[in-house]
C-alpha cells in the first residue's frame, strides 16, 4: 500500500493507493498499472482552517432527512399502513424467493408482491456480489466508493428490519448470485426465484447465470403435477420506471432520440399503474432448515468489503434505507412544502432543500418512482398543484427515458463515440489534467468546489453534474468515460442508465444530437451562486473574499489549470465576453451555449 499526499492552497488530500496489476487489455496509459482501489479523502485542512480563522463561520452539515429515528418510525408505520390491505390473500403453495437488487424496498415492490402471492412462505435474499466492488471497466477505479458501501449497508439494514417488521427476514450471503441462488432454491425447495429485471449488460450477465443455475436444481416436490416445475424458474418483473415498460406506445427499440418526444407520447397516451399494497402480515419465513447453507448470515460492514468509511462531516449525509427515503419524501412534500416551489429552486447547489434529493433512494430503489408519483398527486389535491408540482414529474420522465434509452442502445450508451457512435471527436487522456478535476483543484473555484462535495458526501446538484461535465469534456477536452467512471465510484445515486445517458449527452455523444451543450463558468457562477456562498462553503479561503471575486480569485487561489475554451479566464464572475462570442466561436450556436 502506498499513501501519497497531496497538497494545494484549499486543502490537502490524503489519498491511499493500492497499486496492483490489471488484467484488463483494455486498461489504457493512464492507469495501467497503479489503479486506485480504495480511497480514503479526507478534508484535512479545510477543516482546520475553519477552526483556525474567527472570521469564519463554522460549515453546516446537514442530515438527510434531518429527521431523529422515532419520527423516521412514525413516518414509516404510517405511510407502510396507508398502503396496507388487509383483504389481501395469498394463493399460492410451497416457497417462493425473493432475490432483492436495485430494489431495496417492501412498499410498491412487484417482486416480492408476486412471491407473497404465489406461495405460502416467502424467502426474501440479498447477495453481496463481491464484482460490485472491483474496478471501473476502462480506468480502474473502485466500482463502488466507501460512501456508496455505507449507504448500501444502511439500505439493507433498514430492508432487514422492515422484513422482519412484516413477519420476513433477509438472509444475506456474500458471493455471487448464480452461485448462491441455486444452491439457497436447493435448501429451500423453491418453486420461484423473483426479481426486478434490470437493463444493463452486467446485470443481463448475471440474469442469466441465475437462470442456467436453477435450471440445475431439481426440486422435490409434494405439489401437484404441473403446478410447478421441477426445477426453480426465475420470474423477472419490471418496477425501475414510473412508465411501465409494458404500457410505453412503442417498444423500447424505437424509443423517440429526442426527450421531448417521448415525454410528450408517454404522457399523452400512458397511464402511470398504482402502486403495489402490502399485506398485513408478509410472514410466515419457510420451515427449511439453513444452516446447510451457512444461517441467515449479517449485513456486512465496510471493512468487511475492503474499504473504509469516514464520516460525513460537511455537506449533505444521507441516511440509507426505505424508511429514510419515505421520511424524505415526507419531509420535502408535506412538513417543509417545499414541492410548492421545486421548479423555482432546484437548480441550486448548497444545502438539502433546493430539490428533492429522492436520486439516492430511487437509484438504490428505496422509493418507487410510482410512489412519488401518487404522492405528488395527493399534494396536488390536498395542498395545491402548480408547475412545481408537475416539474418533479417532468425530471421522472428523464429518469425513465435513460433507462429506457439503456435497452434501446444496449453497450454503445458505455462506448467513447456514445449511442450515435460519434468517431469524429478526438478526446484526450492527460493524467495531470484529469487529476486536477477530480481533486478540485483547476483553479476555478466553481468546477473544485463541486468535486469536493462529490468526493466528501457522495452528492452533487444537477447543475454542478453539467458544468463539470461540460467542463471535463469541453474546456480540457478529456474522454467522457473517465469523468463518467469516477462518477461511478463517487455517486450515491449512481444508476448506470442516468448516469452514462447524462454523460453521453453531456459528451455531444448521446443519441440526441441537438444536446451538445457549453457550459460558461461566469454565467454559470452569476446565475447560480451569485454571492460565491457555495464555492466558499467548500473552499473556506475564499470566505474572507469579497463576495465578487470569489469565483475568479486570482493570485488569492490556485492557479487555473488551463483557459476556458470560451471567454475570458480571469473575469469577475457574470461580466464576461462570452456574449460577444457565443454563437461565434462554439459549433453548437447560441442555442448551446449555456
Ligand atoms: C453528468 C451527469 C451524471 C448524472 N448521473 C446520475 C446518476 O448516476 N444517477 C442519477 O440518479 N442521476 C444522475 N444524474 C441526474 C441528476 O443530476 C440527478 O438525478 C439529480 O441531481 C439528483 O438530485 P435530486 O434527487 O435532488 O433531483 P431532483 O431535481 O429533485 O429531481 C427529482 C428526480 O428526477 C430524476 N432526475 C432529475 N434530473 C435527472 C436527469 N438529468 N437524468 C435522470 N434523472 C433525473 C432523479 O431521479 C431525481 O431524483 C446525472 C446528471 C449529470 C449531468
Redesign the pocket.
Known sequence: MMTVKLFSSSSSFHLKFLTFFSSKSTLNSLFSTNILLSYNIQIMSSASKFDQNSRLSSPKSYLVPSLNSDEIDRITDETFRRYTLSSMKRKGVGVAIVWFRNDLRILDNEALYRAWMSSEAVLPVYCVDPRLFETTHYFGFPKTGALRAQYLIECLDDLKKNLMKHGLNLLIQHGKPEDILPSIAKASGAHTVYAHIETCSEELRVERGVRAGLQKVRRQTQEPRGKNPLSPKLELVWGSTMYHTDDLPFPPTELPDVYTQFRKSVESKCKIRSCFKLPTSLGPLPCCDLDEIGGWGCVPSVDDLGLHHEKVNMGMCFRGGESAALSRLNEYFWRKDLLRV?KET?NGMLGPD???????W??SGCIS?RL?YEEVKRYEKERQANDSTYW?LF??I??D??RFLSVKYVNSLFQIGGPRKVESKKWSQDRVLFESWREGRTGYPLIDANMKELYTTG????RG??I??SFLVRDMGIDWRM??EW??TC?L????C??Y???T??AGVGNDPREDRYFSIPKQAQNYDPDGEYVAYWLPELQALPRDKRHFPGKSYIKQIIPLKFGSSNQRHGRSNYNRRQGKDYAGGSKNFY
Do not use: I
Not at 433546493?354 to 439516492?360: A, G, Q, V
Not at 452528492?459 to 444537477?462: E, L, R, V, Y
Open positions: 421545486y432546484r433546493y430539490s428533492t434529493k429522492f436520486s439516492p430511487l437509484a418512482p412519488v418533479v425530471e421522472l428523464w429518469r427515458y435513460f452528492f452533487m446538484s444537477n453534474r453539467q463539470v461535465c469523468g463518467a462518477f461511478e455517486l445515486d449512481y444508476d448506470p442516468s448516469n445517458g447524462n454523460w449527452y453531456g
